[in-house]
């Protein structure tokens, strides 16, 4: 059984170092990578079709015609991963690669050596190296952002954003089941949809947060300053989402008889080659 890799792709053109790709995929059997445009405006559909070009075996390119944030992206490869049957874990990581092969291969090995895991995630804020590299700014906002994480989840986790993560193919139907409220937040999310699927006790037995031994912000990062002081705003429209309109709903349905309706974006269109 194999790992799928998912890579969200937005206009990473001038980012995406496609030898770095070529060169791990081409030496490792057990790995498929599955790119993922979400609907990029430049040349970088082209750049992940010469990749798949090279290794088709071992890569697939899913095409989202219209941009619509990286969690369509890792939803639909994750959905396509766990449909081909042949893969077992599934993770992702960025296209920049400010997580590299290494460290998610210690990732990988974490959640395949303890059977008790299910979903092993990499972490910037448990590491004191040096090779963590994160400007004083960045740094800042994190540490407020984190408090506010923690509080909405009832979970001790640090760092929840970091682009590295992988878990079991089991996991596809709890996680990514419906679509997610936030862009670029889901991965508070997909903590928050395993934590009311399995309970808070049984989901802290179940993810492990690992020590990265390397990452680097590479700028022109798509999530700039601007929008990470809108951070705040759309954690607490996930909390609302997932603890307060659920109430409401379910209220309103008892009171109606009628079932209730969820609150989701429309369905992400996407070729798959």
């Not at 994750?78 to 590299?100: C, E, M, P, Q, V």
């Not at 895991?117 to 994160?134: C, D, E, H, P, Q």
């Not at 407020?144 to 139907?173: M, R």
């Not at 912000?217 to 659920?246: A, C, M, T, V």
Request: glycine share 6%; net charge positive; hydrophobic share 40%.
């Amino acid at each position: 059984m194999k790992t799928g890799i998912i890579i969200p792709c937005y206009n990473e053109e001038k980012r995406l170092n496609a030898i770095a790709f070529l060169e791990f995929i081409k030496k490792e059997d057990n790995y498929h990578l599955c790119f993922v445009n979400d609907g990029s405006k430049d040349n970088t559909i082209d750049i992940l079709k010469d990749i798949q070009s090279q290794a088709p075996q071992k890569v697939s390119v899913i095409d989202i015609k219209k941009n619509s944030g990286k969690a369509a992206a890792v939803k639909a490869g994750a959905r396509y991963l766990h449909s081909r049957g042949d893969i077992k874990f599934i993770g992702f990581i960025d296209a920049d690669l400010s997580t590299d092969f290494e460290d998610f291969d210690g990732l990988l090995k974490t959640l395949k050596t303890n059977k008790k895991l299910s979903f092993v995630f990499g972490s910037r804020a448990k590491n004191t190296s040096n090779n963590i590299n994160k400007n004083g700014m960045r740094r800042v906002i994190s540490k407020f952002i984190n408090v506010l994480i923690v509080f909405i989840l009832g979970l001790s986790i640090q760092d929840t954003q970091c682009g590295a993560k992988v878990f079991k193919a089991e996991l596809v139907p709890v996680i990514f089941n419906k679509n997610f409220f936030s862009r670029w937040l889901f991965d508070v999310e997909m903590f928050i949809k395993m934590k009311k699927h399995y309970g808070k006790e049984k989901t802290v037995s179940k993810i492990y947060e690992q020590p990265l031994k390397r990452w680097v912000h590479i700028e022109d990062s798509k999530l700039g300053l601007k929008d990470s002081i809108k951070i705040p705003y759309q954690l607490l429209s996930i909390w609302f989402n997932y603890n307060i309109l659920p109430f409401f709903q379910h209220s309103f349905s008892n009171q109606t008889n009628e079932p209730s309706v969820g609150i989701y974006s429309k369905t992400t269109s996407a070729l798959i080659t």
